[in-house]
């Protein structure tokens, strides 16, 4: 079976611009969550869905925002960009919220 | 914020030497995982031990957990050069609030020397 798959691997926008990335989680996977890493820090909780519903956010602006759609797959979405929001996107996908979460490769987000 | 915290922050062996890295949190927890990352990669999953756990044990990796203690080990034994990367424990609160939401530690960077 395929992991958690994501797209763009690598993006660069500038300041003030807005960016989608996408993520399709494992087959009989229903949970999608989002994560911000910066360089050198842990991984930060953004979001979570389950069954097309959010179902958890992190302490992050509102500028950021997500969905799920009924085949499960996922977008997160920033707009207006900060120099600050440069990370590693993580999408990771689920069977439930009691078994393991499987990550995929990332998107490496560079905001100029 | 972090709930897991990592130590030591960096690990340098030798190769066939044994690693041990250690993690602390502070809330409850449903289960604790622990993944390898290689040079700002994607999270490789190695291992998931429940609250109601103490030891589990996945080919080289030895991990234990010590609720009273809220904290956990991770033991690779054997180590090789492929084993260099940045480790990290991630707690799972389960319901309420942190409904599924994995809380990471900083990290330990493990370098092993051939």
């Known amino acids: 079976d395929a992991g958690v798959t994501q797209s763009p691997t690598h993006l660069i926008k500038t300041r003030g611009q807005h960016v989608t990335l996408r993520c399709s989680p494992i087959s009989g996977h229903k949970s999608v969550s989002w994560y911000q890493q910066v360089l050198g820090q842990g991984p930060q909780f953004i979001f979570q869905?389950?069954?097309?519903?959010?179902?958890g956010r992190g302490n992050f602006p509102d500028r950021f925002s997500a969905r799920q759609f009924p085949n499960y797959s996922s977008e997160l979405n920033v707009n207006a960009l900060l120099l600050g929001d440069s990370a590693l996107y993580l999408c990771?996908?689920?069977?439930?919220?009691?078994?393991?979460?499987?990550f995929g490769p990332g998107t490496r987000l560079t905001v100029l | 914020s972090q709930q897991g915290e990592e130590d030591p922050q960096a690990l340098s062996i030798q190769e066939g030497e044994n690693a041990t890295m250690n993690c602390s949190y502070k809330t409850s927890i449903n289960n604790l995982q622990w993944y390898r990352q290689n040079s700002g990669r994607g999270l490789v999953h190695l291992i998931l031990i429940r609250s109601n756990e103490r030891e589990k044990h996945s080919g080289r990796l030895r991990v234990t957990l010590d609720t009273s203690k809220k904290s956990s080990s991770l033991l690779i034994t054997a180590s090789r050069a492929a084993d260099t990367a940045s480790y990290f424990c991630?707690?799972?609160?389960?319901?309420?609030?942190?409904?599924?939401?994995?809380?990471f530690g900083q990290g330990t960077i493990l370098t092993v020397h051939p």
């Open positions: 869905y389950y069954e097309k519903e959010e179902r």
């Open positions: 991630a707690t799972d609160g389960g319901g309420g609030t942190s409904y599924g939401k994995l809380t």
């Open positions: 990771a996908s689920r069977r439930n919220n009691y078994n393991e979460q499987f």
